[in-house]
């Protein structure tokens, strides 16, 4: 199965991610991170930042979840994801029955206050046209499966709340 943790820049998908994939590996299961920032490395890394190469970055994560998926592992992609129509899509393509969209949801200064690599301030600048939630739209997801804010429990805490849900959905069974 496949969560995707979605949300603004610098929210803590990427911390969440980690964390709870060590959780789960800890316990003994299959299970991989696809980072939106790591895409870029390697598989998207002839792609920008505009909504139409965000939107292509997250298609073919999903389609490699899905790889994973029918491999028999559980894939936690930590993506911006900023539009409802592609996060749609790649429920689409990895299945609805095994995709859980956990949305990180947390406040533009909580995200400035951990953002590292400056990009709030120099959207703000003017220097980057098309960042989530500043410059340009983030669609804040309507029905997501689990809604999980760092800004106010801890990190640990957002692992333990989607560990219950995964459990609860019977995607992990003892």
């Known amino acids: 199965m496949t969560v995707l ?67 028999g592992n559980i894939c936690i992609c930590s993506f911006v994801a900023p539009h409802e129509e592609i996060r749609a899509k790649a429920k689409q393509v990895i299945g609805e029955e095994r995709f859980l969209e956990v949305h990180v949801d947390v406040s533009l200064d909580y995200c400035k206050s951990r953002d590292k690599r400056g990009f709030y301030e120099k959207a703000l600048k003017g220097e980057i046209r098309d960042l989530p939630g500043v410059t340009t739209p983030f669609d804040v997801p309507i ?26 959905r019977g995607f992990l069974t003892p």
């Open 5 to 71: 943790l979605t949300g603004l820049t610098a929210a803590g998908k990427r911390e969440i991610a980690y964390k709870l994939e060590r959780r789960l590996f800890d316990e003994n299961r299959l299970v991989k991170v696809l980072d939106g920032q790591n895409m870029r490395l390697g598989l998207s890394r002839d792609l920008a930042f505009s909504a139409a190469h965000r939107s292509e970055n997250l298609r073919r994560a999903s389609e490699v979840a899905r790889l994973f998926n029918e491999a």
């Open 143 to 168: 029905a997501p499966d689990l809604r999980v804010s760092p800004d106010s429990i801890s990190m640990d805490e957002c692992v333990a709340q989607i560990v219950a849900l995964l459990e609860e």
